[in-house]
């Protein structure tokens, strides 16, 4: 009988242990970092090439030996675009003990998950999520390598009032985190600007009939229509505007810029404005990145650079720490410059890039190009 039970408390006592090292943040020669993002549903084409970028990044870490000389271990997950999912992965993650994530994409996703790695003390780095609320949470371990909607959408707002000399806009947006923060912000300078906005209104995000709030803009004289949603509603919305004999601007924000959007208004489109990062393709600095992920996945999405970026950033400043402490980690993030694709990059004291590099671009040829 005893020996029965020193058996069994044997047994326990192993099974704990291999759930703990299952769980650790490191082993002897892996380091756990986790990727966060959309793969699947409307935004899975503009998320799933954030992922691609960083799993290029991550796998060329690892051709090199490494980080503090371990192999990277990826735990991916797909959030779906879906708040509650997110918040589930993001447990998950913290279960499997990653020390650090790459994610989530959108702002809807990232927001709810945040609190859980920050009471974790894992450090998170957003490629994609905009909203000003991201950041503003004060969280130490919380960074994007990406510009606010109070930037883009000061770009847009001065863009219409400024270089177009508009005096009215329609502003229409998703009901999202990241649409309405981006609706908002626009709203907010363009009024500041001494302009009007005489629509404001949100679409649920599987609305894809807008001819009512067409005719409620072609009513008010608007003279140009923001929308601040993604690219999977922006094609259906410029068609049914140009259908109803609108052809005014319409201007959008970093969510548009996938090619499913030019896929959907086809070679005729014009008058079209998004905002949205730097051009990267001319760049010698981007040509061995494009030429990888050409040949692994295809071309490029808008934010596979993004996810590359992000995760070369991150690699870096836990080797420069030497660790992957998430206090140490962020000191070295705020405290250095890092070389990346996108041009040089630097993090203020909330996690924030201390400049933005967003610009304006259009569609010409069936192509965006930077707008002249």
């Not at 990232?110 to 450090?123: D, F, M, R």
């Not at 770009?155 to 005096?167: D, P, S, V, Y």
């Not at 302009?195 to 009939?209: A, H, K, S, W």
């Not at 090619?259 to 010698?284: K, M, Q, R, W």
Request: with cysteine; glycine share 12%.
């Amino acid at each position: 009988m005893q020996r029965h039970i020193i058996h069994t408390l044997l047994v326990v006592f192993i099974a704990v242990a291999a759930g703990l090292t299952g769980c650790s943040k490191s082993s002897d020669d892996h380091l756990k970092i986790g990727i966060a993002g959309v793969r699947t549903g409307t935004d899975g084409s503009i998320g799933g090439a954030m992922i691609n970028g960083s799993i290029i990044a991550v796998d060329e870490w690892n051709a090199k030996g490494g980080v503090l000389g371990k192999k990277v271990e990826l735990v991916i997950r797909d959030d779906e675009g879906k708040p509650d999912k997110a918040v589930s992965v993001a447990r998950e993650l913290v279960s499997n003990g990653v020390a650090a994530v790459i994610g989530h994409f959108n702002s809807g996703c990232t927001i709810p998950s945040s609190p859980i790695y920050n009471e974790a003390k894992i450090l998170q780095i957003t490629p994609g999520s905009t909203n000003p609320k991201v950041t503003e949470q004060g969280f130490p371990a919380l960074f994007r390598i990406i510009g606010r909607d109070d930037q883009q959408g000061t770009i847009a707002a001065k863009f219409m009032r400024e270089k177009l000399g508009l005096t009215k806009i329609a502003v229409l947006h998703d009901k999202t985190a990241y649409g309405e923060g981006f609706a908002n912000e626009v709203k907010k300078t363009f009024l500041a600007n001494g302009g009007q906005v005489v629509v404001f209104d949100g679409i649920p995000r599987t609305e894809l009939d807008f001819r009512a709030n067409i005719a409620v803009i072609k009513s008010s004289g608007a003279q140009a229509l923001l929308w601040g949603g993604m690219y999977s509603q922006s094609g259906p919305l410029y068609l049914q505007l140009r259908q109803a004999g609108l052809d005014i601007p319409f201007v959008s924000g970093n969510g548009t810029i996938d090619p499913n959007f030019l896929d959907a208004v086809g070679a005729s489109a014009s008058n079209i404005y998004i905002t949205f990062g730097p051009d990267y393709e001319n760049l010698p600095a981007a040509q061995p990145f494009i030429k990888k992920y050409r040949s692994l996945y295809g071309k490029e999405g808008a934010y596979s650079v993004y996810g590359y970026d992000a995760a070369n950033v991150l690699l870096e400043a836990i080797q420069a720490a030497g660790s992957a402490d998430a206090a140490k980690v962020a000191a070295v993030l705020r405290e250095k410059t890092f070389n990346t694709v996108l041009g040089p990059v630097g993090f203020d004291a909330k996690g924030d890039l201390k400049q933005s590099n967003d610009i304006l671009w259009t569609v010409k040829d069936s192509k965006f190009v930077p707008a002249p």
